[in-house]
């Protein structure tokens, strides 16, 4: 979603601004800008509907300047136009802000600064915020912005210069990320590390209700929820993280790159968290001794999209290792329906970025209510990571292309994770813990002998590409595997595609089977085989052409010779383990359908990396 970069120091801001908002692409947007501080203290701005590139067009020869903020924006209040890309100014062109977020009180403001006889240039709730800070009295920049921020209500990351300041960015946080970088006589500040690697990965996190004052020689951090504004201390450190993996290296498409790291992330969950002489996992980070698990008596999984998916692959480990009455639901109605929070039910947050509002307020609202909640987050000191009472760091690496599938795998591997520490402390034995464990090693091979088919699923991606509807179906362990194969599918190739369980096919979407529509099914070897293949008959008695992904042996019938059934067999492992092998070569069918129709795998339609508003 929006994205937010800010440069001061040595060096001409603008092209370092440019290059930074081409890193935060990935995150999904419709437009870009950015206002430079000139020598002469005139502040220039640039902005437009579009891509960075267009923007790049009309900046270089009259930019000169080394303070600057830069924006990407994905529309919320207004549609993507030049006059609502930000940055946002005052009337007099001295204030310029950028901002993430949603400013839930933005109508009554814009309402009482038109009556006040100011002229809104655009249709956004961030504009308010360069009239207000124009407006406030303050004597200091800082004083400004937090007289601006008393009157809003919502969430923001944003960051503001002025003309009358020009020596400083001014940045805050509240419920959207805000990074300083610190470099060598120069200062970044950016909503994603994606923007800061290339330059400096010292970095500082703000928190909620924080703002900073950002010099070329380092920064000032206060809290500005009081009407005063209290120095803050918070240090810089280096964060581990390899700048080259946001690098797209010699692959076409950073999907491509992230599923092919597939094996090399599984190792890194599992790495130091298998205990092969008692079968079970090491998860220090819970912060849960073996007495307060054994109290757990529900286990309920929140998370949005694919993560949502994938809890639902957990609920099912916790469920079955566990004996634990586990479900996942999506964070994003959670709240909404004033849920019963219990003491002894175990809530556990997932979410690649980290950011996801809806995750987010969602564990918000279990704290609040004195839940407990253990996060499984890819992205470490993110704001759900920081919220939660433990967790389980991913360790995917960054995740660039909007689809996930790397971090993805790295999630259901957590849950098994957890579900096997779940289980031992309860009822599961020590040859079951062991059996796992002994799967969960063979699974990064595995992920690699399903890549390697990469050559066959291509054949069959081109042929579901020209399907203008699809289903996809699988039932028990299988049907969260169907959802995210339909997600995966619908979001980079802009086909329909539709999930359902199999046992649900003839209650009513059996009338749309035809030749023109073809079915994904799940058929793994398990205790279901059998009546999934029938329903297979089902389907192919009525014409439905059909991939069928299953395993070595599974015996199709009649199928087996049909030019109209295509099948993928995935090797075996533990059945409990079947959801991550199913899933490796929807994500490769998701991804060759919508390379052979010539579409951004990346950069979705309408979507977003990070999905930052409600
Ligand atoms: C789909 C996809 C999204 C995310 C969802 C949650 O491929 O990536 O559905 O899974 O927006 O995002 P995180 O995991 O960052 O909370």
């Known amino acids: ?106 109508s009554a403001l814009r309402a009482m600064l038109t009556d006040d006889g100011i002229e809104l240039a655009s249709d956004t709730d961030t504009e308010v915020l360069a009239h207000l800070v124009a407006r406030s009295g303050a004597d200091t920049l800082e004083g400004r912005v937090a007289d601006a921020l008393a009157a809003v209500e919502g969430t923001y990351g944003l960051a503001v210069v002025h003309a009358d300041f020009p020596d400083r960015i001014v940045v805050a946080r509240n419920g959207s990320p805000l990074i300083i970088g610190v470099g060598d006589k120069e200062m970044h500040v950016a909503s994603d590390l994606a923007a800061l690697v290339r330059y400096t990965t010292t970095v500082a996190y ?21 009407a005063q504004l209290h120095r803050t201390h918070r240090d810089a450190a280096p964060v581990d993280v390899d700048p080259s993996a946001y690098e797209i290296g010699e692959h076409e498409s950073f999907m491509l790159a992230e599923m092919l790291e597939q094996p090399r992330a599984a190792e890194r969950v599992l790495r130091g968290r298998l205990n092969e002489r008692f079968g079970t996992s090491h998860l220090g980070g819970l912060n849960m001794d073996a007495r307060e698990i054994r109290a757990i008596r529900r286990v309920k999984i929140l998370g949005c999209g694919s993560a949502y998916y994938v809890g639902q692959m957990g609920a099912s480990l916790i469920e079955e290792l566990a004996r634990i ?12 329906r004033d849920p019963v ?40 000191g993110s704001a759900i990571a920081r919220e939660c009472d433990g ?46 464990i002994e799967g969960l090693l063979k699974l990064p091979e595995q992920i690699q002998a399903v890549l390697d088919t990469e050559a066959e699923l291509t054949v069959v991606a081109k042929r579901l590409a020209e399907a203008d509807s699809l289903f996809f179906i699988g039932r028990v362990r299988g049907f969260p595997v169907a959802r995210e194969g339909a997600q995966k599918f ?3 190739t802009y086909r329909h595609a539709e999930a359902y369980q199999t046992s649900e096919l003839k209650h009513g979407p059996l009338a749309l089977i035809s030749e023109a529509v073809p079915t994904v099914a799940l058929v793994p070897d398990d205790e279901l085989v059998d009546r999934n293949v029938a329903a297979l008959h089902e ?6 052409p059909l991939v069928v992904v299953t395993h070595e042996g599974v015996d199709l019938g009649d199928l087996a010779h049909s030019s109209t059934t295509q099948r993928i067999d995935v090797p075996r492992n533990e059945k409990e383990l079947d959801p991550i092998l199913l899933t490796i070569p929807l994500q490769l069918l998701a991804f060759h359908a919508a390379n052979h129709l010539g579409l951004d795998v990346d950069k979705p339609r309408n979507l977003a990396k990070s999905v930052t508003v409600e």
């Open 1 to 106: 979603m929006c994205g937010i970069v800010g440069y001061i120091g040595t060096q001409q801001a603008a092209p370092l601004l440019l290059e930074g908002l081409g890193r935060l692409e990935h995150r999904g947007y419709d437009s870009a800008g950015m206002a430079v501080l000139g020598t002469g203290g005139a502040l220039r701005m640039a902005k437009r509907s579009g891509r960075v590139r267009d923007l790049a067009e009309e900046v270089p020869a009259r930019f000169g300047g080394k303070v600057g903020i830069g924006h990407t924006r994905w529309a919320t209040h207004g549609p993507a136009t030049d006059a609502n890309a930000h940055p946002h100014a005052d009337a007099a062109g001295r204030v310029a802000v950028v901002h993430n977020g949603i400013l839930d009180n933005a």
């Open 490 to 492: 619908k979001e980079i």
């Open 325 to 336: 009455p586990a479900d996942a639901e999506a964070a994003s109605e959670f709240r909404y």
């Open 206 to 226: 703000l928190d909620d209700g924080e703002m900073a004052t950002v010099t070329a020689q380092g920064f000032t951090t206060y809290r500005h929820d009081t």
């Open 391 to 436: 967790g389980i760091y991913l360790h995917a690496g960054p995740e660039v292309a909007v689809a996930s599938t790397k971090a993805l795998t790295t999630m259901f591997l957590g849950f098994s994770l957890l579900a096997l520490q779940l289980g031992r402390v309860r009822d599961l034995s020590i040859s079951d813990g062991r059996r796992l």
């Open 341 to 380: 929070i219990e003491p002894d039910t175990l809530y556990v947050a997932v979410s690649q970025s980290g950011e996801t509002i809806d995750t987010l307020l969602a564990v918000q609202e279990i704290r609040r209510k004195g839940g407990r909640v253990v996060g499984l987050v890819n992205v470490v």
């Open 539 to 544: 389907i192919a008695a009525r014409k439905g």
